[in-house]
């Protein structure tokens, strides 16, 4: 069973949202739409480059490409690609409610950005584009959730997680450090014409943003254990202290 961040031991920790049951189709449908506006030059004559990432374009007021870039692609083949694997990754990611899920997917983009500034010379030329970084993310993070999940599933059920975790982790990272350090992505030869200039390091920063968001997720799940831990502690100490004087 993947690590499971419960809406109740959310609840106790104090900082999660009411259940709403019709969340996952409203952040689907949202998602589409941004697809579809993102990349309506794929099927049209506009200019795509007005929601690509440009950092002098945002000093000048542009704040909109920072939420935009990632959801605009080069070619059909760019988009389906990396819409297919966040979905397919999203849909595998099980946590406790839809804020959640976006807020790794959030820590995944947002680290594809921050790294590629970093790292890249060629961001400032080229401008950025493209969900890969989140999926490469998302892909760690699930590998993540697998490797450390819980522990109460069926012995074969971890050995099988653990096993399809370690699998996804590994490959989502060290295929990024590989495209960092080689300068191109894996297979380019097999994307030629299709996915314009890959930024490479945003493949990497994906992963940093899928770890971190892992790391703050786990976290956070165990404040409610050691709260709880805490409070049969107090409450055996008082139970204590009523006998006492009872006695």
């Known amino acids: 069973m993947p690590f499971y961040f ?11 949202l009411p259940p709403s049951p019709g969340a996952p189709a409203v952040v689907t449908g949202i998602f589409i739409v941004l697809l579809a506006v993102c990349n309506v030059h ?14 002098t374009a945002i000093t000048n007021g ?14 059909w083949y760019h988009l389906i690609l ?3 694997a966040v979905a397919i990754l999203w849909q595998e990611t099980k946590l406790g409610s839809t804020l959640h899920k976006l807020f790794a997917a959030g820590c995944c983009s947002a680290g594809s950005l921050v790294v590629s500034l970093l790292m890249s010379s060629l961001i400032d030329q080229y401008g950025l584009c493209g969900l890969s970084g989140t999926a490469h993310g998302l892909m760690f993070f699930l590998g993540l959730s697998w490797i450390f999940g819980n522990s109460s599933a069926p012995e074969r059920n971890r050995y099988i997680r653990l096993a399809a975790g370690t699998l996804l982790a ?14 191109h992505v894996l297979f380019a030869s097999l994307h030629t014409g299709n996915l314009g200039i890959p930024i490479v390091e945003s493949h990497l920063g994906g992963i940093v943003g899928g770890l ?7 976290g956070f799940q165990n404040i409610p254990r050691k709260a709880s831990a805490k409070s049969m502690a107090n409450n ?3 139970d204590d202290q009523t006998q006492d004087v009872l006695e």
């Open 42 to 55: 794929l099927f049209s004559a506009a200019d795509a480059s007005i929601l690509c990432y440009n950092t």
């Open 236 to 238: 055996s100490f008082s």
């Open 6 to 16: 419960s809406k109740q031991r959310a609840a106790g920790a104090g900082f999660s």
């Open 82 to 84: 990396d819409a297919a």
């Open 62 to 75: 542009e704040w909109w490409r920072i939420i935009s870039h990632p959801f605009v692609h080069v070619s």
């Open 212 to 218: 971190f968001a892992f790391l703050l997720l786990r």
């Open 170 to 183: 590994a490959a989502s990272g060290l295929k990024s450090v590989h495209e960092v350090s080689s300068g």
